[in-house]
């Protein structure tokens, strides 16, 4: 079983157009995570999410915006998409007491 | 503002060698670090979680060494195989609220038959 699981796995876009991933983790963990990997494979943390609740927002333009319907599943939207926004996008999930965090296998967004 | 630093940044190495990658943290208040593998075109695969108050975990082949103090983490790999070729990153997760990990800039070893 995949714990932690994102959808699509890659996706190419023309600029503008607004496009959405989901994520969903099947640990019973409280908090999951976006985290963003540019071209030189440096990951950098976009937002958290604890028990469905926003508390990491890491200076994303507004273009981007998480939802979480439940504690099982943190999806991201992404408005009027631009070229920079190519990247691979990973999502996360951690428990309680900050233990080990397990990490889906990646969304790679193309903007053309 | 937390910094994570991994050196070297890629490494090669004939198989059989013992190995030894490098981590280093700007503030030493961590709650945990990670580290993770990535194979090309994949996910994070976990490898070892190391708490603030462990000095290492091994699992397998795998040893992690954490000083806190120094801020710095080596992940050690023994009698390398080329099947351990890949991005190795280490994660630093912070005492704060916030609960999220910082990542290295990652070591991209390539194990030669």
């Known amino acids: 079983d995949t714990a932690v699981s994102q959808t699509p796995k890659y996706l190419v876009t023309q600029m503008g157009n607004d496009k959405s991933i989901k994520c969903e983790q099947n640990?019973?963990?409280?908090?999951m995570y976006w985290y963003k990997q540019d071209s030189k494979k440096f990951l950098k943390i976009m937002f958290s999410?604890?028990?469905?609740?926003?508390?990491i927002n890491e200076t994303v333009p507004n273009r981007f915006s998480p939802k979480s319907p439940d504690k099982a599943h943190l999806n991201l939207h992404i408005n009027s998409l631009e070229l920079g926004d190519s990247a691979v996008y990973f999502c996360?999930?951690?428990?309680?007491?900050?233990?080990?965090?397990?990490f889906g296998q990646g969304t790679r967004l193309t903007v053309v | 503002k937390q910094e994570v630093t991994q050196i070297p940044a890629a490494l090669s190495v004939p198989e059989g060698e013992n190995l030894v990658l490098n981590c280093s943290f700007t503030?030493?208040?961590?709650?945990?670090l990670q580290w993770f593998r990535q194979d090309p075109g994949k996910g994070l695969t976990s490898l070892l979680l190391?708490?603030?108050?462990?000095r290492e975990q091994t699992s397998g082949r795998l040893n992690a060494s954490l000083d806190k103090s120094s801020g710095r983490s080596t992940l050690y790999i023994a009698a390398s195989q080329p099947g351990d070729s890949a991005t190795y990153l280490c994660?630093?997760?912070?005492?704060?609220?916030?609960?999220?990990?910082?990542f290295g800039t990652g070591t991209l070893l390539a194990v030669q038959p």
């Open positions: 999410y604890n028990n469905k609740e926003l508390i």
């Open positions: 503030d030493s208040a961590i709650y945990n």
């Open positions: 190391i708490q603030s108050s462990q």
């Open positions: 996360a999930s951690s428990g309680q007491g900050r233990t080990e965090a397990f």
């Open positions: 994660a630093v997760r912070g005492g704060g609220a916030t609960n999220k990990l910082i």
């Open positions: 640990l019973g963990h409280d908090t």
